[in-house]
């Protein structure tokens, strides 16, 4: 037809009654309320699914009739009621109780920075466990009320969704994502007008708009550059998470660091602790700096204000998995900033160097603008200390300042309502208040066999009901057959959810060892060969575009899942995302994970189906490290480090198919006349009861809270006071101290003795060539371990007291001590610089041993 075709939207009209479906579909919090996502769906089950469970895009798209018709319904309009009345219980209250709780003061901010974020499906700005994780971490600084506010970066495409064809070759798809679909809105200034901020690169000046989204209790903060005013390439730089090249990744964390910064200043928001989860936000340090500088702080004072009030968590386990940039580009995007703020380019470059990299490092500039940093679990916490152990060299890895919390999950968001009413009934009302509490847990020992395992199957009958569609939708897309599709879905029964299903899924990274289960074919095959017994794999993740190795982990298995022997015993699911990630882990009967050890930082979705009842076959690495009892599920104990990774595949293969063939299989199968296994209910019970309270997200955050975000607060304070006195003097100290401090030398003046009587008097007496230093500015110390004792903890320390100024400039430092233990000790006496505003003790890294 001649003409131009024009477009036009018609959106329904909400009624009067319904008016508030708005407000709950532009809150977050619907993410991990899912009596608010069942109120949507009921409106519409097809559509809900077709929208991806977007609220925002839900109502855009709905019918008008079925509005006016749900207008009319007493039930839906119930419903509705109870949903808004959890809704406004939830948002009423004050946070003057939470501050004096957690030690914070009635102004005090925390600000969240993050590349991704991952809330729910409906918002695709997360690509896997970290956005997981920083959306949880959200939600649960929303529960417990604690003054905080996110900022990260509005992604157009997000990461990318998923198919895999015939042959198991994973094909990413990326769509454009419409705004007006996301629970976000543009924040605008006092005029109406939208808010913008600027970046500046090299050459220009890049824009970002500034959307906000509500999170529960909290706010969300993205910035996005696809606009109009920017150049073709610079709006690209939030076209897609994690994609481009590594100048697209600089700009990316130039804009996240720099312009989130920016945004919170310009929102007149004003933190007091400023958390960075993970490195690609450390450029807020840079910018933070400029602006003290900017009121008139030197560089040295200036950082020294902004570390003392930042926190910095690494989830990195390899040395190489953290971002890096040559120096040359450094120079190239900060050349005005080292001109802004009188610093040389080798200054600049200081913060980020490493040993034996020539490369600017990311985790370098958070750790030197940061005084607390964290691992995410005791093992990583650990491991970090050693790969991080060159920024404070003259310090012992285990006396490091790096410590760690343990990650955790929000259980409102992977807790299948299924559990609610029968925890009610057995744990009592306001159990989801007592989560770390581990008295309450046990009540999930009540709750009658029966009842525990029909829920159970309930779950899994949901999820293999999931796997069936995916799997239909898959096998036909691929031309397979109907007939053949019935052989693949032979044990994935809603109907008789009776067979044994194990899961495995996550990004297929080579570490994570997804092929690990098919190290020994034929040990594998005798395994699930067992009709009496059969068993279901289910894998599922995706592979980064780029990473060709994990690729070829999906094709691999995709292969093996066709043979004949394993056919419908073993299954790979595409479009793995969090939908199907809330099913999985609440459905399956064993959470499989086989890391490299120690390279699993520390893991979360094991939790995630522990808590919902299933039991964890895992490499002890990562939080299985902390979590594992003994009782509540099963362990791979990593083998010797020095064996090659072929040796060390076959032997931990070894373990899990001896634990799959001798334990977990035959336990499932125990069956009573009951028609399940009372030993493996027992142990499932167990295992909720276990982790729940330990590995939940209010322990987390209370664990944040007490050991960073207050302690940073209060430091700031001392920090800032009195027009930044604390940071300018600290710095001034420091100063004296770097001059000083190579010229400290310790001498023993008594005779050192072998052996004592038990409780005879010691007195230990040691000079102290202080090179201009002042006694004060220094620790002398008496470490006293037994023999082999390398755990600092165990240590017993002393402090000398100053006793008088000896010839040559020497100082005598003096400490007399009776011994209440027998037996062989070792001794070592140490100094370190010392100063009462110092965050930790060894934060200088500077240690002198005698």
Not at 264 to 292: D, M
Not at 604 to 625: E, F, H, P, Q, R
Not at 701 to 711: R, S
């Given at each position: 037809?001649?003409?131009?075709?024009?477009?036009?939207e018609v959106?329904?009209?909400?009624?009067a009654?319904?008016a508030?479906?708005?407000?709950?579909?532009n809150?977050?919090?619907?993410?991990w309320?899912r009596?608010?996502?069942a109120?949507f769906?009921?409106?519409?089950?097809?559509?809900?699914?077709?929208?991806?469970?977007?609220?925002?895009?839900f109502?855009k798209?709905?019918?008008q009739?079925?509005?006016l018709?749900a207008?009319?319904?007493?039930i839906?309009?119930?419903?509705m009621?109870?949903?808004?009345?959890?809704y406004?219980?939830?948002h009423?209250?004050?946070?003057?109780?939470v501050?004096?709780?957690?030690?914070?003061?009635?102004n005090d901010l925390?600000?969240y920075?993050?590349?991704?974020?991952?809330?729910?499906?409906s918002?695709?700005?997360?690509?896997?466990?970290l956005?997981?994780?920083?959306?949880?971490?959200?939600?649960?600084?929303?529960?417990?009320?604690?003054?905080?506010?996110s900022?990260?970066?509005?992604y157009r495409q997000?990461?990318f969704?998923?198919?895999i064809?015939r042959?198991?070759?994973q094909?990413?798809?990326?769509?454009d994502?419409?705004?007006?679909?996301?629970?976000?809105?543009?924040?605008?200034r006092e005029?109406?007008s939208?808010?913008?901020?600027s970046v500046?690169?090299?050459?220009?000046?890049v824009?970002?708009?500034v959307?906000?989204?509500?999170?529960?209790n909290s706010?969300?903060?993205l910035?996005?550059t696809?606009l109009?005013?920017n150049?073709?390439?610079?709006?690209d730089?939030?076209h897609r998470?994690?994609?481009?090249?590594?100048t697209?990744r600089?700009?990316q964390?130039?804009?996240?660091?720099?312009g989130?910064?920016?945004?919170l200043r310009?929102?007149?928001?004003?933190?007091t602790v400023?958390h960075?989860?993970e490195?690609?936000?450390a450029?807020?340090?840079?910018?933070?700096?400029?602006g003290?500088?900017?009121?008139g702080?030197?560089?040295?004072?200036?950082?020294?204000a902004?570390?003392?009030?930042?926190?910095?968590?690494?989830h990195?386990?390899?040395?190489?998995?953290h971002?890096?940039?040559?120096?040359?580009?450094?120079l190239?995007?900060?050349?005005?900033?080292c001109?802004d703020?009188?610093?040389?380019?080798a200054?600049?470059?200081?913060?980020?160097r490493?040993?034996?990299?020539p490369?600017?490092?990311?985790?370098?500039l958070?750790?030197?603008g940061?005084r607390f940093h964290n691992g995410?679990s005791?093992?990583?916490?650990?491991?970090?200390?050693?790969?991080l152990?060159?920024?404070w060299?003259?310090?012992?890895?285990?006396?490091?300042?790096?410590?760690?919390v343990?990650n955790?999950?929000h259980?409102?968001s992977?807790?299948?309502t299924?559990w609610?009413e029968?925890?009610?009934r057995?744990?009592?009302?306001g159990?989801?208040?007592r989560?770390?509490d581990?008295?309450c847990w046990?009540?999930?020992?009540r709750?009658p066999?029966?009842?525990?395992?029909?829920i159970?199957?309930?779950?899994?009958?949901?999820l293999?009901?999931?796997i069936r569609h995916?799997?239909r939708e898959?096998?036909l897309?691929n031309?397979?057959?109907e007939s053949?599709l019935?052989r693949?879905?032979?044990?994935?029964d809603p109907?008789n959810?009776?067979?044994?299903?194990?899961g495995?899924?996550r990004?297929?990274?080579?570490y994570?060892r997804a092929?690990?289960l098919?190290?020994?074919?034929?040990?594998?095959?005798?395994?699930l060969g067992?009709e009496?017994?059969?068993v279901?794999f289910?894998?599922?993740g995706?592979?980064h575009?780029?990473?060709?190795?994990?690729?070829?982990?999906?094709?691999?298995?995709?292969?093996?899942?066709?043979?004949?022997?394993f056919?419908?015993?073993i299954m790979?699911?595409?479009g793995?995302?969090?939908?199907?990630?809330?099913?999985l882990?609440?459905?399956?009967?064993?959470?499989?994970?086989?890391?490299?050890y120690p390279?699993e930082?520390s893991?979360t979705?094991?939790?995630k189906?522990?808590?919902n009842?299933?039991?964890?076959l895992?490499?002890l690495?990562?939080?299985?490290g902390?979590?594992?009892?003994?009782k509540?599920?099963?362990?791979i104990?990593?083998?010797?480090e020095?064996?090659?990774?072929g040796?060390?595949?076959?032997?931990?293969?070894r373990?899990?198919?001896?634990?799959?063939?001798?334990s977990?299989?035959?336990?499932?199968?125990?069956n009573s006349?009951?028609?399940?296994?009372?030993d493996?209910?027992a142990?499932?019970?167990?295992?909720?009861a276990?982790?729940?309270?330990?590995?939940n997200m209010?322990?987390?955050?209370?664990?944040?809270?007490?050991?960073?975000?207050a302690?940073a607060?209060?430091?700031?304070?001392?920090?800032a006071?009195?027009n930044?006195?604390?940071?300018?003097?600290v710095a001034?100290w420091?100063?004296?101290?770097r001059?000083a401090?190579?010229?400290?030398r310790?001498?023993?003046?008594?005779l050192p003795?072998?052996?004592v009587r038990?409780?005879e008097?010691?007195?230990?007496e040691v000079a102290v060539?202080?090179?201009?230093?002042e006694?004060?500015d220094l620790?002398v110390?008496l470490?006293i371990?037994?023999p082999?004792e390398?755990?600092?903890?165990?240590?017993k320390?002393?402090a000398?007291?100053?006793e008088?100024?000896?010839?040559?400039?020497?100082?005598?430092f003096?400490?007399e001590?009776s011994?209440?233990?027998?037996?062989?000790?070792?001794?070592?006496?140490?100094a370190f610089?010392h100063?009462?505003?110092?965050?930790?003790?060894f934060?200088?890294?500077m240690?002198?041993?005698?």
């Amino acid at each position: 037809m001649p003409g131009t075709r024009f477009q036009l939207e018609v959106n329904p009209a909400i009624p009067a009654r319904l008016a508030r479906l708005e407000e709950l579909s532009n809150n977050l919090w619907y993410s991990w309320d899912r009596a608010t996502r069942a109120l949507f769906s009921r409106l519409h089950p097809s559509l809900w699914h077709a929208v991806n469970h977007s609220p925002k895009a839900f109502l855009k798209r709905i019918d008008q009739k079925r509005l006016l018709s749900a207008a009319e319904d007493p039930i839906f309009l119930g419903t509705m009621s109870r949903v808004l009345s959890a809704y406004d219980s939830y948002h009423q209250g004050t946070n003057q109780e939470v501050h004096s709780h957690f030690a914070l003061g009635p102004n005090d901010l925390i600000a969240y920075f993050c590349a991704e974020f991952g809330f729910h499906e409906s918002l695709p700005i997360y690509s896997g466990g970290l956005g997981i994780l920083a959306g949880d971490h959200c939600k649960g600084a929303s529960d417990l009320r604690l003054p905080f506010v996110s900022v990260g970066l509005l992604y157009r495409q997000g990461y990318f969704q998923q198919t895999i064809d015939r042959d198991g070759r994973q094909h990413p798809h990326y769509f454009d994502t419409d705004f007006d679909d996301l629970p976000i809105v543009p924040v605008l200034r006092e005029d109406g007008s939208e808010m913008l901020i600027s970046v500046e690169l090299p050459g220009r000046s890049v824009w970002a708009k500034v959307w906000s989204a509500k999170t529960g209790n909290s706010m969300l903060y993205l910035l996005d550059t696809d606009l109009a005013k920017n150049t073709p390439a610079d709006r690209d730089i939030t076209h897609r998470l994690y994609g481009g090249d590594r100048t697209t990744r600089i700009e990316q964390e130039i804009l996240l660091g720099v312009g989130g910064v920016r945004t919170l200043r310009e929102l007149n928001i004003k933190p007091t602790v400023w958390h960075i989860n993970e490195g690609h936000a450390a450029f807020l340090i840079l910018e933070r700096v400029r602006g003290l500088h900017g009121q008139g702080l030197a560089f040295d004072s200036a950082l020294e204000a902004v570390a003392s009030n930042t926190v910095f968590t690494t989830h990195t386990a390899v040395p190489a998995g953290h971002d890096h940039f040559t120096e040359g580009m450094l120079l190239h995007y900060f050349s005005q900033f080292c001109s802004d703020i009188g610093i040389s380019g080798a200054d600049l470059l200081g913060l980020g160097r490493t040993p034996n990299s020539p490369e600017f490092n990311m985790t370098a500039l958070a750790i030197r603008g940061s005084r607390f940093h964290n691992g995410v679990s005791r093992i990583h916490g650990n491991l970090s200390s050693s790969i991080l152990a060159s920024l404070w060299p003259q310090i012992e890895p285990a006396e490091n300042p790096v410590d760690y919390v343990t990650n955790a999950v929000h259980v409102p968001s992977f807790l299948a309502t299924d559990w609610h009413e029968t925890f009610d009934r057995h744990l009592g009302l306001g159990w989801m208040h007592r989560l770390t509490d581990q008295n309450c847990w046990q009540g999930v020992h009540r709750i009658p066999d029966q009842i525990f395992w029909s829920i159970r199957q309930s779950l899994k009958a949901q999820l293999l009901h999931l796997i069936r569609h995916r799997v239909r939708e898959q096998h036909l897309r691929n031309q397979g057959s109907e007939s053949h599709l019935d052989r693949i879905l032979k044990y994935a029964d809603p109907a008789n959810p009776t067979v044994l299903t194990i899961g495995f899924a996550r990004r297929f990274a080579t570490y994570k060892r997804a092929t690990l289960l098919f190290n020994n074919r034929n040990w594998l095959r005798d395994i699930l060969g067992n009709e009496s017994m059969p068993v279901l794999f289910i894998f599922a993740g995706k592979a980064h575009p780029a990473d060709e190795p994990g690729q070829s982990l999906i094709r691999q298995i995709s292969e093996l899942s066709r043979q004949p022997e394993f056919e419908g015993r073993i299954m790979v699911l595409e479009g793995y995302d969090l939908h199907l990630a809330r099913r999985l882990v609440s459905g399956v009967d064993v959470w499989l994970n086989n890391p490299i050890y120690p390279l699993e930082a520390s893991g979360t979705s094991g939790m995630k189906a522990a808590i919902n009842g299933a039991m964890n076959l895992s490499v002890l690495d990562g939080w299985w490290g902390e979590g594992y009892d003994g009782k509540n599920g099963w362990a791979i104990k990593p083998t010797s480090e020095g064996l090659d990774p072929g040796e060390r595949d076959t032997e931990e293969a070894r373990t899990l198919y001896e634990l799959l063939q001798d334990s977990v299989i035959p336990l499932y199968y125990r069956n009573s006349s009951l028609g399940y296994s009372p030993d493996w209910v027992a142990m499932a019970k167990h295992s909720i009861a276990s982790i729940m309270p330990r590995f939940n997200m209010q322990r987390m955050l209370n664990e944040y809270t007490k050991k960073f975000y207050a302690p940073a607060a209060a430091q700031w304070r001392k920090y800032a006071g009195e027009n930044f006195a604390g940071a300018q003097h600290v710095a001034a100290w420091k100063a004296r101290i770097r001059s000083a401090w190579p010229g400290v030398r310790l001498r023993r003046v008594e005779l050192p003795l072998a052996r004592v009587r038990y409780g005879e008097a010691l007195c230990f007496e040691v000079a102290v060539q202080l090179n201009g230093l002042e006694p004060k500015d220094l620790i002398v110390e008496l470490v006293i371990a037994r023999p082999g004792e390398n755990n600092p903890a165990k240590s017993k320390r002393y402090a000398l007291r100053h006793e008088q100024v000896l010839d040559r400039g020497e100082h005598l430092f003096v400490r007399e001590l009776s011994l209440e233990q027998c037996g062989k000790m070792d001794y070592r006496i140490r100094a370190f610089p010392h100063h009462d505003l110092l965050t930790h003790p060894f934060e200088m890294g500077m240690m002198e041993w005698l």
